[in-house]
């Protein structure tokens, strides 16, 4: 077999059968030794060590580009009139969309009961939480004197300054802060069994306190699994909405505008699909990593990485098929500023960032038609980091196009990013990846109890996937 190429099982040939959701004859107790092993080795492989220096020092990078920022102003990054939208908006709704993944694997594939989210949904989940916390960094330093911001808030003052609750960038606000908070609280509810089990097995005090506290009290009781699956399947329903929502709110910080390339009613749909896009392009490029490095390729199996690369085909077409529309109606309109937006676009001063955008989040995608470089470990990886880097350009290209050339043609002026805008984008994912190490040393980074529920030993008849019959329970055990 080629080097690269994914083993698959031989029932994929069999068009009335699918391939196992957990291979290598693992057992209830083997697939919980796997996945304990990560946090219970006394060292982690010298892989984890060399990543997590790298993003710490990344961190440090951030730290000093900040503090630079706050000493010496907004003056040392590369914005300019009339693009005084730079680097740091381009950031925040990347690291938004990069988030939006975590929640369609753990909450809508779950309602839609799709049992292969089961390998892949904690460290999707816990991808979210930190991308939110990426994004959340950028609004926060992009106002300038960052010591003021609290002007923001509706706080009763002396200058009667109260926030523009008409403004997008306000409606932003509540958003994230609602999807940071209902992400969260979905990742640390489905935890709750998993913590109980590091909890079970924790070799010293400070281990079995820490977990048992994060645990509160999980016993594994008919009961608490009757609260925990209602409570679970009520925060997917909540989280739902969040995926269509969010990222339609923050793109009207553009649509709302009157700025030609921005205002479109394209824009929710087209930045939702993108968001996902991009997400499971993030989640590929930490999956192929995370199953070498901590042994975990009978858990996050080919048919996992293979579905995710069919959802980024799909996306990568729904993306590509809204470009196309950009340009049509920007042109069926017959609006002669709109249409010398887009075509600026393509082809005036930042043609090579719109093309580096095509070329990755179009073209790229189109490759997983071939099912030798569907089921290629190097080749998704590759055809994943290209997404990610499309996805960045493509936020580039729409901040920085639209404004740059805006209708006084007196005002025009190139955006050039400095080294100062360069190292705090660096930074971010130092951030990022920082955490995300971080929560595979520590935490359960595979649902444990939820893997078990699609395991083949279990029989069709047993696979409850979270499914709860309130008589059957009301039958079986007594309430206090």
Known sequence: MAAGVLERDNTWDDPQQRAPLVTGGHDFGSLTDTVCAVSEARKPPRAWYI?????????????????YLLFKGV???????????????????????????????????FLFRQRWRTGINRFAEAMTIFAVMCAGIFPGIHVGRVWVTYWMAPLPNQMATWPNFRSPLLWDVFAVSTYFTVSALFWYTGMLPDLATFRDRATSKIKRVAYGLAALGWNGSSRHWHRFERAYLILAALATPLVLSVHSVVSFDFAVAQLPGWHTTIFPPYFVAGAIFGGFAMVLTLAVPARQLFGLKDIITPRHLENINKIILAMGTVV????????????????????????????????????????????????????????????????????????WFERFVI??????????????????????????????????????????????????????????????????????????????????
Not at 51 to 67: H, K, N, P, R, Y
Not at 459 to 467: I, Q, V
């Open 51 to 67: 990543a997590m220096g790298i993003s710490i020092a990344l961190l440090g990078t951030l730290g000093g580009a900040v503090t």
């Open 75 to 109: 003056g040392v990054w590369g914005v300019n009139n009339p693009t005084g939208w730079g680097f740091a908006i381009v950031n925040f709704v990347f690291w938004v969309g990069i988030g939006h993944a975590g929640t369609l694997i753990s909450a809508i594939l």
């Open 399 to 480: 901040v920085v196009t639209s404004l740059s050339s805006d209708f006084l043609p007196s005002s025009w002026d190139y955006y050039r990013p400095t080294l100062i805008d360069i190292l705090t984008l660096a930074g971010s994912f130092g951030v990022f990846f920082m955490m995300f190490l971080l929560f595979c040393r520590y935490l359960p980074m595979v649902a444990m109890a939820e893997v078990k529920t699609v395991m083949p030993q279990l029989g069709k008849s047993h696979h409850h996937d979270f499914d709860y019959n309130p008589d059957e329970y009301d039958n079986n055990h007594s309430r206090s």
């Open 320 to 391: 590509g098929y809204a470009y196309v529309m950009e340009f049509f109606i920007a042109w069926y309109s017959g609006n002669a500023t709109e249409f010398f937006a887009f075509k600026s676009r393509a082809l005036g001063p930042y043609a090579w960032a719109y093309w580096i955008m095509v070329c990755c989040n179009v073209i790229a995608p189109q490759f997983h038609w071939f099912n030798r470089v569907r089921t290629n470990i190097w080749a998704m990886f590759a055809i994943a980091m290209a997404v990610n880097v499309g996805m």
